[in-house]
């Protein structure tokens, strides 16, 4: 592996980790927007506030960490990456910032009125965040950003941007709700679990028919990406779909802590899978990570930088969360 593979791994890692922390995070959203009115949806917005409130702000650390990444380890890239897809940047960009201000304003509206426009805009923003992510990476992934910069409107409209935005806002949800629902059944609200849990069944069933659905699309809209899918990233896509198949027989048994598991193997091996058939690639047909490395002084800062932030930054992550956990389960006794 030479330096600029070692930094390029480092900088997935940070996008895989986005994917599922950030992603559990974005798909509660979902289901805060579907959980109808403040009778029938209070139980699971009293939840959503417990399981995200203590870490939702942390888990953007990644989305920071990768951008970083991008810029001082691989500055060709980022120059056409920004300058084409500088629009579904601001979309997701504005989403963050607007989801943050409704989870955050919910909490101390002063009237039921100002509670459900806030709850609306946090809602509604979750969806739209992932979902414009998604299609930055379907643009990347379907070749439609060279070196030169690509069109503003068509680069990121495509096929492949559809798919990765859809199928970006339904793992999300299959994530949050078997998130939801192991945590509702660690703080004893055994209905509101199993509430959660037929949600995460469907979600992830319907995750699973859009991913195969997609493969005609991406072999046609996607070639260098689909050829390498079935490739040398073959066994991370065959790993995701066992261990998706596995969470929905958990999910199925209600086996709520287990199926979390195989809930974030599945989308942590799609990621990968990605990250893989990608490589050598950092924009698609266009540029490979050797072309748009930076200076070998900036990658082996970028690599000491990452051990000092393993040793700090991670295990305080950690501990965040073990926190958030025995809060949750403290709330059953």
Request: charged residues 15%; aromatic residues 10%; glycine residues 12%.
């Amino acid at each position: 592996m030479t330096l600029v593979d070692l930094v390029a791994a480092l900088m997935f890692v940070g996008v895989v980790a986005y994917g599922i922390f950030g992603g559990a995070d974005f798909g509660t959203g979902v289901w805060d927007l579907l959980a109808g009115d403040a009778r029938h949806g209070g139980a699971l917005r009293a939840q959503v506030d417990r399981s995200i409130g203590p870490v939702w702000e942390a888990n953007h650390v990644w989305l920071i960490y990768v951008l970083v990444f991008l810029w001082t380890g691989f500055p060709r890239a980022i120059g056409p990456i920004m300058t084409t897809l500088w629009v579904p940047f601001l979309f997701a960009g504005l989403g963050i910032v607007l989801r943050g201000a409704g989870f955050a304003f919910r909490k101390f509206s002063s009237t039921l009125e100002q509670a459900r426009l806030f709850g609306v805009l946090f809602a509604s923003s979750s969806v739209v965040t992932p979902m414009f992510f998604g299609m930055i990476a379907g643009a990347i992934a379907s070749g439609e950003v060279p070196v030169e910069g690509g069109d503003l409107w068509r680069s990121w409209t495509g096929l492949t941007s559809w798919v990765g935005g859809v199928l970006a806002v339904l793992a999300c949800a299959f994530l949050a709700a078997t998130f939801l629902a192991a945590d509702a059944e660690r703080a004893g609200d055994h209905e509101l679990a199993r509430y959660c849990g037929r949600r995460a069944l469907v979600s992830g069933a319907v995750t699973g028919v859009v991913a195969l659905a997609a493969v005609p699309i991406l072999r046609d809209d996607a070639p260098t990406l689909a050829d390498n899918l079935d490739g040398r990233a073959a066994p991370l896509v065959i790993l995701s779909a066992l261990a998706g198949a596995a969470a929905l027989v958990l999910l199925w048994n209600r086996s709520w802590a287990w199926a979390r598991v195989g809930a974030v193997v599945a989308v942590g091996c799609v990621l990968t899978g990605w990250g893989v058939a990608q490589y050598p690639d950092v924009l698609v047909d266009h540029l490979t990570l050797e072309e748009a490395a930076g200076a070998r002084a900036t990658l082996n800062g970028l690599v000491i930088a990452f051990c000092i932030a393993a040793v700090t930054a991670v295990p305080a992550l950690i501990w965040l969360f073990t926190l958030v956990n025995r809060s949750n389960r403290s709330l059953q006794h």
